[in-house]
């Protein structure tokens, strides 16, 4: 029987170990999910904006398709700053995709809300946000539903949060001191900051910045999804926290990760073709109706729009 006794011991308290373990780890999920919540809800800032090719809201739980506008700014003191970075994110969960379409901030186009042409990213520094919003989507003639602002210099306090992002570099340059050699480079946030800004020792000049700017995107996203974030998490919410406004809510944040988990592995990048000039001696980027053309069907599409 003395076996059987012992057996029937190690059998409790291990079972003891597991509900101590599944407790704790309950009580670990339930902080994170605190912790998040409370992050979303510094970050959330509404703005009181309609889409006029929005005749319905997007319903999430219908997993409808949806855009959003990310934009970049270099926040200073006394200053509105300008949109440094402009992203297009069109999520599709029926085709499993997300199209992430980069705005070079030269293109010249119509401000809506100022009545003329300029270039794109000044519509941040004369409305905001709203003009910001407004400006795309009558430029690529698609609903832009919602918007995540990020303060650029504190991206790299993001950047540090997931423990760094791994990039394949194709250009060998410099900048703010920092040498960036062809091939995998491992980047801090400063580093990642430097990297995604170069573009003057770039013969792409903004297209290869852009790149450089999606490489960083993904890897803060991909670092962010991975196991070894999750001991991090207070950083990780704490940076987002500072750095980050968006009008999406906690609960449609919950919403989008229960319905749309899988679209962020297929991430496909877009880009639009410019021809660069001289008006009144201020460089622009003119796109040309063809190409405004082919962009806007293939965004129209994968927003099931057509």
């Known amino acids: 029987m003395k076996p059987r006794k012992k057996s029937r011991r190690w059998l409790k308290i291990t079972g003891c170990i ?88 030269d293109t010249r186009t119509k401000i809506i809300g100022k009545g003329k042409e300029d270039k794109i990213n000044h519509a941040y520094a004369f409305g905001g946000v709203p003009m910001s919003m407004d400006t795309v989507e009558n430029f690529l003639d698609i609903p832009i539903d919602y918007y995540i602002q990020v303060n650029m210099e504190g991206f790299q306090d993001i950047v540090d949060a997931v ?55 993904q890897g803060v996203i991909k670092e962010g999804a991975s196991l070894s974030s999750i001991t991090n998490f207070s950083d990780i919410f704490t940076a987002l926290g500072k750095n980050v406004k968006t009008n999406l809510t906690f609960g449609q944040l919950v919403d989008i990760q229960k319905n749309y988990k899988s679209v962020g592995t297929n991430i496909q990048q877009i880009e639009i073709k410019e021809t660069g000039t001289m008006i009144n001696k201020i460089y622009y980027g003119l796109v040309s109706a063809e190409e405004k053309q082919r962009i806007q069907s293939e965004l129209k599409a994968q927003l099931a729009l057509n």
């Open 163 to 217: 423990g760094g992002v791994t990039v394949q570099n194709d250009l060998d340059f410099t900048e703010a001191g920092f040498h960036f050699t062809k091939g995998k480079l491992n980047l801090n946030g400063k580093k990642a900051l430097a990297y995604s800004r170069m573009r003057h020792e770039d013969p792409r000049g903004d297209f290869g910045r852009q790149t450089r700017q999606r490489q960083i995107i």
């Open 18 to 105: 597991l509900l101590i373990l599944l407790v704790a780890g309950g009580a670990y999920a339930f902080t994170v999910y605190n912790s998040f919540k409370n992050a979303v809800e510094t970050m959330h800032q509404p703005i009181e904006r309609q889409s006029e090719k929005r005749e319905e809201p997007v319903a999430f739980k219908e997993k409808d398709p949806f855009s959003v506008l990310m934009l970049g700014v270099d926040e200073r003191k006394g200053d509105r700053g300008r949109s440094d970075t402009m992203i297009v994110l069109t999520v599709n969960p029926s085709k499993n995709s997300v199209k992430m379409l980069s705005i070079p901030r």
